[in-house]
Structure formats: structure tokens, C-alpha cells
């Protein structure tokens, strides 16, 4: 489960950066996204989720999510290589 609300995050970070915005003109949006275009600062291209302590925020949720993802993981590993070590009825090798 962390692991597919990390992808999620991921890749509403990347649509976030990536994607173009705000009013059509033409065929394509107005504003382009702010990894791609780093100087649009027009008053029209005022989306607060694009504007760089949004994207810093959701940057460090998917960090989170992300680690706690590894965390678990590693964990449920360690666990179940422990439950069959200590197996009843097998001895270790001398």
C-alpha cells in the first residue's frame, strides 16, 4: 500500500512540474510547467500549486511516503527471514 501512495505521489509531483496550465491560447495552454519554463511568472499563471513552496511540499510528502515505503518493506523482509530461521524441529549446522 506505501508503495503504490508513493507512486501516486510521484507522479502528481511529475504532472505537477511537467504539465502545461491555465488559459487555452491556441492549441495549448498558456502557461507552461515550471520545470519546463522556469521564468513564467505571469499574473495569469497564478496556480498556487505550481508556484515552488507547493511543489517543495509535495516533493518532501513523496520523500516520506517513499521511505516509509522502503522502511516496510526492508522490515517484512527481516521478519519473515526470522520466522523461518526459528522454524521448530530444524537445528542449525554444526
Not at 74 to 92: F, N, Q
Request: hydrophobic content about 50%; proline content about 6%; charged content about 20%.
Amino acid at each position: 500500500m506505501w508503495m503504490l501512495l508513493s507512486l501516486v505521489i510521484w507522479g502528481w509531483f511529475a504532472f505537477l512540474m511537467l504539465a502545461d496550465y491555465g488559459p487555452e491560447f491556441g492549441d495549448r495552454a498558456l502557461c507552461r510547467g515550471p520545470l519546463v519554463d522556469l521564468s513564467s511568472d505571469d499574473f495569469e499563471c497564478g496556480d498556487p500549486l505550481r508556484q515552488w513552496p507547493a511543489l517543495l511540499g509535495v516533493l518532501a510528502l513523496a520523500v516520506v511516503v517513499t521511505v516509509s515505503a522502503a522502511a516496510t518493506m526492508v522490515y517484512a523482509k527481516v521478519l519473515s527471514r526470522l520466522a523461518h530461521r526459528d522454524r521448530p524441529g530444524v537445528r542449525p549446522q554444526d
